[in-house]
C-alpha cells in the first residue's frame, strides 16, 4: 500500500504540487484539479491570503495516505480562528477533488469534554477530549475532524479502551468511524503553540489559546463542552461558560468550566492576570490583565453591565451570570469575542459594543464563516444600534452623533454578502463587517427600529444555539413584515453583489410632490430608503423617507415647495457619496492645544499636543482650559451654547462637573475652526459624529449637536 502510494504520488508529484502552494501560482495548481473541483475554485484562499491572515506563513502541501486506502492531499498553513485552510483534496487518476470543511461524512460532535494541561517551558499544550459523537451509517466507514496544523495526535480510542485507526496529516485527522449511534472517542494529541500576534501562544507569563483551532472540529458544527485545566501554580484560568470550580494547590492552578451554550469557536487563556469585578443587579462584570493598572480595570468592569443590559432588553437575556473584558499582549491588536467574555489584544476596550454583541451573533445563534460573515454584520450593526438607542444621555442626540456613515466599497462589487466565507479572504471581511452592517441600518429605516429589534430578538430565541445564515434571518424577517418590497430589498442587497451606483438631479415641484429625477446605472441595486431634507421659506425643515423603487423619478410629498432640497444627507445611503465630508468634535484631541495655566492635567489626560503659539493665533488650534477665567475660550463655548459656573457645565438640559466629565467641539470664526476641550474623564470620549459633545467621566457620550450634509451635488436650491 505504502509503495504504491508513494508511485501514485511521484506521479501527481506532491513536491511539485508544495512547490506551487509555496509561491502561489494558482494557474498551475489548478490544472491539478479535477472538473469537479474547478468551479469552486478553492485554491483561491492561497493566493488572497485569508480574511484573519491566514496564509502568512506560507502553504505547504501534504500528503495523507488514508486509513481507507484512498490517497488525499492537504495544502496546510498555520490557522487562526474563523479564518480558513487545510485544504484537503482526494486524489483520483492523477486529479485533485476538493473536499469541502462543510463535509460531515456523517459525523456530528454532541460535545466535547477536555483535560488540558499547560507545559509553558515547553509553549506545548497536551490535551484529551472524549468527544460525545453522533454517528450515522450513511457517509462511508471513515470520518474527518480537523484543528490546527501544528497539534499531532498521538492516539485514537473508544470508551473500552479499544485503539482506533487514524491518519494525520497536517490539520486533518481520518478516522475509523465507531458504529451507527452515539458513541465516544477519545482523542488524545499535543502540540507547540507559538504564534504569539497571530494565534495561540505560549510562554512562561502567559498561555493562551484563544484565536485557534486547538479542539477537533467537523464541519465547524456547534458544539457544548466541559474543560479542566491545568496551569502553573497561581495563574488564574479564564475560559466561556461558567466557571464550576478553581483550586490552587502546591503544584498548579486548576479550574473546571462548563459551556453548554453551543458553539463553533472556542477561547481560553491563563496567566497571573489582575481582576477587577464590578457587582450591578446581581450580574458580575469583569476586566483581566498582567500589565494594566487596576484603576484601568475597575473603569473597564464598570463599562461592561450598561452595554449587555441593553443587548439582553432587546435581543433575549444573556445565557451567562457574568462577562468579562480579557487583555493579553499575546492576541496581537484586534479582539475576538467568546460569548462569556472576550480577548484583547490593545488594552481594555472603553465602551466596547460589538463584542458584547457577540453573545447573540456568533455565540447563541452560530456562524462557521464558511459561508458569509453574517454575524459580523450583525454586530457591527448592534454596535450602531447600541450607541444610538442603548447609551446614557439625550437620546434623540445620541441618534444624530451615532448614524454609521454607509460609504460603499469597490469589494462590495466581488460577491454577494449571503455568499462570502472565508475563502475570499478580505472580500469576505470587507462584505460581514462593512457592506452587511450598512444593509441592516438601512433596513432598520426602511422597517423601523422596534421591528428590526423584534425581528433580530425573535431570530436568536427560534434557532438558539443552531448554525445560521442569512436565509434564517430572512425566514423570520418576512414572518414579521409582510409585502414585496422587503424581499426585493434583501434579494438586491443581500444576495447579490454592488451597492446603489445612482444620481440624483435637479428636483422639481409639483402637484404636492418634490420630483427628483433618478438615473441608475447598470445593475445598481435600486430599491432602498432615501431621506430628503427639505427647508422651507419661512426657515422650517423636515426629513422625509420615500421608498426608491427603480423608477426614473423618486416623489417626495411636500405641501408646499420647499427653497432648497438635500438628498441623504446623514449618508445612510450605501453609495459612493458625493457629499462633503464634515469634521467633528473628535478632531479637538488630534490638533495642537493652547492649555490654560494649572489645567496642564486636562490636555496630558486626553493626549493633545501643547502649541507654542499666541492668543492671535488660535484658529487650527484646540483651547483646553475652563470659559470661567479665560474670556478667549469664553466666547468660543458661548457660541457653542456651553456654560460654565463653578466647574459646573451646562448643555441644554444635560450638566456635568468638570472633574467628571466634560465637552468637546468646535465653532467656525471668521479665521477658521475653532476647537474647545475641557473637563476630565477616564478614557478618551467616543463622541460619533458630533460637532459638539458632552461627555461623561468614563467618556460616554452624553449630548451635542450633530450637523447633516447639507453641501455637495445632491443639495440644490429651487427657484
Not at 495548481?29 to 469537479?36: E, I, K, P, R
Not at 418576512?478 to 414585496?484: E, F, H, I, L, R
Not at 459612493?576 to 473628535?586: C, K, V
Request: charged share 20%; glycine share 10%.
Amino acid at each position: 500500500m505504502l509503495l504504491a502510494f508513494a508511485l501514485l504520488l511521484t506521479q501527481t508529484d506532491i513536491s511539485r504540487l508544495d512547490q506551487l502552494a509555496a509561491s502561489k501560482d494558482l494557474a498551475s495548481l489548478s490544472n491539478y484539479l479535477a472538473a469537479t473541483s474547478k468551479s469552486g475554485q478553492p485554491f483561491n484562499i492561497i493566493k488572497s491570503e485569508g480574511a484573519y491572515g491566514v496564509g502568512r506563513y506560507g502553504w505547504h502541501a501534504k500528503a495523507l495516505e488514508g486509513i481507507n486506502g484512498k490517497q488525499y492531499v492537504v495544502f496546510s498553513t498555520p490557522l487562526t480562528s474563523q479564518d480558513t485552510g487545510e485544504l484537503l483534496f482526494a486524489l483520483e487518476d492523477g486529479k485533485l477533488s476538493f473536499v469541502h470543511e462543510s463535509e460531515t461524512f456523517g459525523v456530528h460532535i454532541r460535545r466535547h469534554k477536555f483535560d488540558l494541561n499547560f507545559k509553558v517551558h515547553e509553549k506545548k499544550a497536551l490535551v484529551t477530549d472524549d468527544l460525545e459523537l453522533s454517528i450515522e451509517a450513511s457517509g462511508g466507514d471513515y470520518g474527518f475532524f480537523r484543528m490546527s496544523p501544528c497539534y499531532k495526535v498521538t492516539a485514537l480510542s473508544t470508551a473500552s479502551g479499544e485503539a482506533v485507526s487514524f491518519a494525520q496529516a497536517g490539520g486533518v485527522v481520518q478516522f475509523k468511524k465507531p458504529a451507527s449511534g452515539n458513541s465516544h472517542l477519545k482523542v488524545e494529541y499535543a502540540g507547540v503553540v507559538d504564534l504569539p500576534g497571530f494565534a495561540a501562544s505560549i510562554n512562561d507569563q502567559e498561555a493562551t489559546l484563544t484565536n485557534d483551532y486547538w479542539y477537533p472540529m467537523i464541519a465547524r458544527k456547534p458544539a457544548p463542552y466541559e474543560i479542566t485545566v491545568h496551569a502553573p501554580k497561581g495563574w488564574r484560568i479564564i475560559a466561556q461558560g461558567i466557571k464550576q470550580s478553581e483550586v490552587q494547590s502546591d503544584s498548579e492552578s486548576k479550574a473546571t468550566y462548563k459551556m453548554d451554550l453551543p458553539c463553533v469557536f472556542y477561547s481560553l487563556s491563563a496567566a497571573k492576570y489582575q481582576q477587577a469585578e464590578f457587582v450591578e443587579n446581581g450580574f458580575k462584570s469583569y476586566a483581566w490583565s498582567r500589565r494594566l493598572p487596576m484603576s484601568s480595570l475597575s473603569i473597564q468592569s464598570r463599562l461592561i453591565p450598561q452595554v449587555l443590559n441593553f443587548y439582553s432588553s432587546k435581543f433575549g437575556k444573556i445565557p451567562f451570570p457574568s462577562w468579562g473584558a480579557l487583555d493579553t499582549e499575546l492576541y496581537g491588536g484586534g479582539a475576538l469575542e467568546a460569548y462569556s467574555f472576550a480577548s484583547y489584544g490593545g488594552g481594555v476596550p472603553g465602551e466596547d459594543a460589538h463584542e458584547p454583541a457577540h453573545t447573540w451573533w456568533g455565540g447563541i445563534l452560530n456562524n462557521t464563516y464558511l459561508k458569509s460573515f453574517w454575524n459580523e454584520s450583525f454586530a457591527v450593526f448592534s454596535d450602531g444600534l447600541y450607541h444610538r438607542e442603548g447609551g446614557p444621555g439625550n437620546l434623540a442626540a445620541r441618534r444624530k452623533a451615532f448614524v454609521s456613515d454607509s460609504s460603499a466599497e469597490e469589494s462590495y462589487n466581488e460577491a454577494s454578502c449571503a455568499e462570502s466565507g472565508a475563502n475570499l479572504g478580505g472580500i469576505g471581511s470587507a462584505l460581514g463587517y462593512g457592506k452587511g452592517a450598512k444593509v441592516l441600518q438601512m433596513l432598520e429605516q426602511l422597517i423601523g427600529t422596534p421591528e428590526i429589534i423584534d425581528v433580530m430578538k425573535t431570530w436568536a430565541e427560534k434557532d438558539k444555539g443552531k448554525e445560521v445564515s442569512w436565509e434564517d434571518f430572512e425566514t423570520v424577517l418576512y414572518q414579521k413584515v409582510s409585502g414585496g418590497y422587503v424581499k426585493e430589498f434583501m434579494k438586491q442587497w443581500i444576495h447579490k453583489p454592488g451597492f446603489a451606483v445612482v444620481d440624483f438631479g435637479k428636483p422639481s415641484f409639483e402637484a404636492g410632490q418634490v420630483l427628483i429625477p433618478t438615473k441608475f446605472a447598470a445593475g445598481s441595486c435600486s430599491y432602498f430608503p432615501l431621506e430628503v431634507y427639505l427647508e422651507y421659506p419661512n426657515g422650517k425643515s423636515a426629513t422625509v423617507t420615500v421608498k426608491v423603487m427603480g423608477l426614473s423619478t423618486t416623489k417626495v410629498p411636500s405641501t408646499t415647495k420647499p427653497s432648497r432640497v438635500v438628498i441623504d444627507p446623514w449618508k445612510k445611503l450605501l453609495t459612493e457619496h458625493p457629499g462633503e465630508e464634515p469634521q467633528t468634535a473628535a478632531t479637538a484631541f488630534s490638533v495642537k492645544a493652547i492649555v490654560q495655566k494649572g489645567k496642564e492635567s486636562w490636555a496630558t489626560g486626553f493626549g493633545v499636543l501643547a502649541a507654542k503659539t499666541t492668543m492671535k493665533q488660535i484658529a487650527g488650534k484646540v483651547l483646553v482650559g475652563t470659559p470661567e477665567t479665560w474670556p478667549a475660550l469664553r466666547d468660543i463655548t458661548d457660541k457653542a451654547g456651553i456654560k460654565v459656573k463653578d466647574d459646573r457645565l451646562t448643555f441644554g438640559e444635560t450638566t456635568v462637573n468638570l472633574d467628571k466629565g466634560g465637552a468637546a467641539g468646535f465653532v467656525d470664526t471668521p479665521d477658521g475652526k475653532v476647537y474647545f476641550l475641557l473637563g476630565k474623564a477616564a478614557l478618551r470620549p467616543e463622541l460619533g459624529h458630533a460637532k459638539i459633545a458632552v461627555f461623561d467621566e468614563l467618556g460616554r457620550f452624553l449630548d451635542g449637536v450633530t450637523e447633516p450634509v447639507l453641501q455637495g451635488k445632491w443639495a440644490f436650491r429651487l427657484n
